[in-house]
Nanobody, 121 residues
Framework: QVQLVESGGGLVQAGGSLRLSCAAS????????MCWYRQAPGKQRELVAG???????SYSDSVKGRFTISRDNAKNTVYLQMNSLKPEDTAVYYC???????????????WGQGTQVTVSS
């Protein structure tokens, strides 16, 4: 079955950087949009960044200019480069993608397991 496998989370000091990766695995026919969400303690899950199949990107205002989303279609992987990290960025970060499995008829939405990002002051 199709899975999204995340890596790169951890603890970093304010002003530092982290690079998150999310690789889609399994029998995949195609991948459409991919994006990153995050959920801080006591808050709603929010969309952080998105990227289309052709590479068009979008960002939330809170991360614009600091985060960069990218993808490698040959590796079925989406990345989130996070620079100038702030304590307010502390959250569980989730990968999300619309994927058409080879055994299926069309797109389904998939979530990664989430990876913790903690930014200390």
């Amino acid at each position: 079955q199709v899975q999204l496998v995340e890596s790169g989370g951890g603890l970093v000091q304010a002003g530092g950087s982290l690079r998150l990766s999310c690789a889609a695995s399994g029998s995949i026919f195609s991948i459409n949009d991919m994006c990153w969400y995050r959920q801080a303690p006591g808050k709603q899950r929010e969309l952080v960044a998105g990227i289309t199949n052709s590479g068009r990107t979008s960002y939330s205002d809170s991360v614009k200019g600091r985060f960069t989303i990218s993808r490698d279609n040959a590796k079925n992987t989406v990345y989130l480069q996070m620079n100038s990290l702030k304590p307010e960025d502390t959250a569980v970060y989730y990968c999300n993608a619309d994927i058409a499995p080879r055994v299926g008829l069309g797109l389904r939405n998939y979530w990664g397991q989430g990876t913790q990002v903690t930014v200390s002051s």
